[in-house]
């Protein structure tokens, strides 16, 4: 079974930057969706950025675009969520997950996510 494990989380103060990693283990998907989502304190969980690893498509939420950038690295099982001008409002719980039943058109809701990372924290101060 695909297991996944995210790290990278940690503090930052506004403006920063930080990297998260999501690394694939088990029963890997040639073509998948992956997808990172965070979730804070109160609200909701809200998807930031997908990629559909079979063609390397790309999806982001309005409030990310242009400051984040989704990646992987297939021969490392790692999908990637590099995160510059970091902002307080980014302050959340972000969790890795994959939807293997889609190979593109990636959604940013978490319908259809079925395997989830255990999550990591990031802190953005101002």
């Known amino acids: 079974q695909l297991q996944l494990v995210e790290s990278g989380g940690g503090s930052a103060q506004a403006g920063g930057s930080l990297r998260l990693s999501c690394t694939a283990s088990?029963?890997?998907?040639?073509?998948?969706?992956m997808g990172w989502f965070r979730q804070a304190p109160g609200k909701e969980r809200e998807g930031v950025a997908a990629?559909?690893?079979?063609?390397?498509?790309?999806y982001y939420a309005d409030s990310v675009k242009d400051r984040f950038t989704i990646s992987q690295d297939n021969a490392k099982n790692t999908v990637y969520l590099q995160m510059n001008s970091l902002k307080p409002e980014d302050t959340a719980m972000y969790y890795c997950?994959?939807?293997?039943?889609?190979?593109?058109?990636?959604?940013?809701?978490?319908?259809?996510?079925?395997?989830w990372g255990q999550g990591t924290q990031v802190t953005v101060s101002s």
């Open positions: 997950a994959a939807d293997p039943s889609r190979a593109w058109r990636c959604r940013l809701g978490i319908q259809g996510y079925n395997i």
């Open positions: 088990g029963n890997t998907y040639s073509s998948a969706c």
């Open positions: 990629i559909s690893t079979g063609y390397g498509y790309t």
